[in-house]
Nanobody
Framework: QVRLVESGGGSVQAGGSLRLSCKAY????????MAWYRQIPGAQRELVAS??????ERYADDVQGRFTIDREWGDTVHLRMNSLKSEDTGVYFC??????????????WGDGIRVTVSS
């Protein structure tokens, strides 16, 4: 079992920056994808950024060039958010997926952390 603990959210003015962190406790499979999703009221969670254990990054179009995802010590992933806009407001969830080959063998979520960007 893997527990994900998020930190770093809060309120910021448009144009500002925040860094979200997510630490995984427990056995995180060597082949994995760690990601951040965002959810606003009435909408589904949407992928913001992901990072594979092999180092491949992926970003949503609306955050490309402003957000950066990176890992620390293999079990912690950060989301550095720059040039924040009001539309970045939402609850951000950390997600970790473990794979055995192409088979998904674990899918874990954090509790979510709120980010509010005021214009």
């Amino acid at each position: 079992q893997v527990r994900l603990v998020e930190s770093g959210g809060g309120s910021v003015q448009a144009g500002g920056s925040l860094r979200l962190s997510c630490k995984a406790y427990g056995r995180l499979f060597s082949s994995n994808i760690m990601a951040w999703y965002r959810q606003i009221p009435g909408a589904q969670r949407e992928l913001v950024a992901s990072l594979t254990s092999g180092g491949n990054e992926r970003y949503a179009d609306d955050v490309q060039g402003r957000f950066t995802i990176d890992r620390e010590w293999g079990d912690t992933v950060h989301l550095r958010m720059n040039s924040l806009k009001s539309e970045d407001t939402g609850v951000y969830f950390c997600n970790a997926k473990g794979y055995n080959g192409y088979a998904l063998i674990g899918d874990y979520w954090g509790d979510g952390i709120r980010v509010t960007v005021s214009s």
